[in-house]
């Protein structure tokens, strides 16, 4: 195993991955003080000194969804690892809907049930320092939900921060400039990646167009799965068969 995380207990580390979408399905369809709000952001995202209505509607489709200001939670995938005859095994599971605060407190409950010491417990994910625990701790806020113990970092150094396990950072080695996608370090690290029939660019329009929150989720745990693989071959172990990932 190698030194990046032979400490590691993997039976500790839950892996997660979750899926955005924008807060409504047109930018007309926002409150007035928001489209305004948005404007702001698109001037800021274009770098134009100023936005019609259609161009501002363009960079809502095309970015609130990543904002989570201007955005929600649809799904969260997770994933655990259990040793069965030796082998690891993989478990999946979804949690899906269009109620963003159920949606949160179900996934507080996982956390704060099983995974609520931070010196003991890991949670895992490609960019999840940067995107997927800060969206879900702003979005929490937003619905006046409390924080479950392990996200609540608020006010903490970044060296006092130990239970995030980032597989993006891991592969940086230090370098703060450089970004890859979890498609890209799964290509050269050669970990096999179901063919997909959508992306992340897609999920909005699967949301509000066809409602598919299944298909989503699909997608969702793909993602999880993979990041468990990354984490396998950057600990020089040897990636899961197909037969060790169970869909829950």
């Known amino acids: 195993m190698s030194t990046l995380t032979s400490n590691l207990d993997l039976r500790n580390i839950l892996f997660f991955d979750i899926e955005t979408v924008s807060e409504y399905q047109n930018y007309t369809e926002m409150p007035e003080h928001f489209q305004k709000l948005w404007t702001i952001k698109a001037k ?25 200001e201007f955005s929600k939670v649809v799904c969260i995938s997770m994933g655990y690892l259990r040793k069965e005859n030796d082998a ?42 940067e995107f997927d625990v800060p969206f879900l701790c702003r979005r929490m806020v937003k619905h006046n939900l409390p924080l479950p113990a392990i996200l609540d970092v608020a006010g903490k150094k970044p060296w006092e921060i130990k239970q ?32 997909d029939d959508i992306d992340g660019s897609m999920v909005g329009q699967v949301y509000w167009e066809e409602n598919d929150l299944d ?14 693989q990354v ?12 037969d060790q990932i169970q869909i829950l």
């Open 44 to 68: 800021n995202l274009s770098r134009e000194l100023e936005l019609d209505k259609d161009q501002s509607a363009h960079w809502y489709n095309s970015k609130a969804g990543i904002f989570a």
């Open 88 to 129: 690891w095994v993989l478990r999946l599971k979804s949690i899906s809907g269009h109620n963003e605060p159920e949606l949160l407190k179900e996934f507080s409950q996982v956390l704060d049930k099983n995974y609520d010491h931070a010196d003991k417990s890991l949670i895992c994910g490609h960019n999840i320092k």
């Open 164 to 195: 995030f396990l980032d597989t993006l950072e891991l592969w940086k080695f230090g370098d703060m400039k450089n970004f890859t996608s979890l498609n890209l370090l799964a290509a050269v690290l050669d970990v096999p990646t179901p063919k």
């Open 215 to 228: 298909r989503i989720a699909v997608y969702c745990q793909k993602d999880v799965a993979t990041v468990v």
């Open 231 to 242: 984490l396998f071959r950057l600990s020089g172990m040897p990636i899961l068969s197909p």
